[in-house]
């Protein structure tokens, strides 16, 4: 799988730069590497790595460069993801470095939309299943769209043609409701469709606790 090549670290701002900087140097160790082994990555990951913990870590470049073989990401890209799923990151700190880094670019896994079966799957995993084509006609014009296009991030409107908003709304909303892995929006500019990976656990900023004040 090719590595995808983003922004440099030195080009952060230095908040920014600070904390990918720490991460990783927190995620570089064999230990961290262990638990992305055993937790995180597949069988068949595990493999092509070689099938040997310790020797993938000596060998791929520690644990960012194992994830960036097996995931097809870069470096800085990896280190963001293992720290994210690790939960050492929270999800407005995730997108901003994933912004910053200009990484936000077309996802190593898409949706595939089997319009005959009226399936729509994620990974390894069914989404949606659209029984009655018939009574989804804008859902399935929307789903055949991104299908033909190869699931770029954004397509233009194939159903109202950047005419009714409320249409539009509704079938996004329609199409959106209950996914959990992905979701799907109108665009800002109201002429087409967008679709994103939901992170698993949007984890929110850790807000420190007062101490409280002593009294004299």
Known sequence: MAKKSGGRRSDLQPKLKKTIDELAVKIRGPAVATAVWDGL?????????????YQAWKHHGRTAGMWSTVRGVSINRAIVDIAYELD???TPTRKSL?????????????????????ELWFGNAI?????RPRGAENIVAILDSFESDG??????D????GGDSSTRRRTIESLSKGLKAIRFFCAGDGEGFCWEECPANPRKKRVAKKKPKKRG
């Open 41 to 53: 990555f597949t069988d068949a990951e595990r493999q092509t790595l070689g099938g040997d913990v």
């Open 88 to 90: 050492w990151l929270d």
């Open 98 to 118: 994933i912004n910053a880094l200009n990484e936000d670019g077309p996802p190593a896994i898409v949706p595939r939309w089997l319009k005959a079966s009226g």
């Open 127 to 131: 989404i949606r299943r659209i029984s």
């Open 151 to 156: 699931w770029p991030r954004r397509i233009d």
């Open 158 to 161: 194939p159903i109202t043609s």
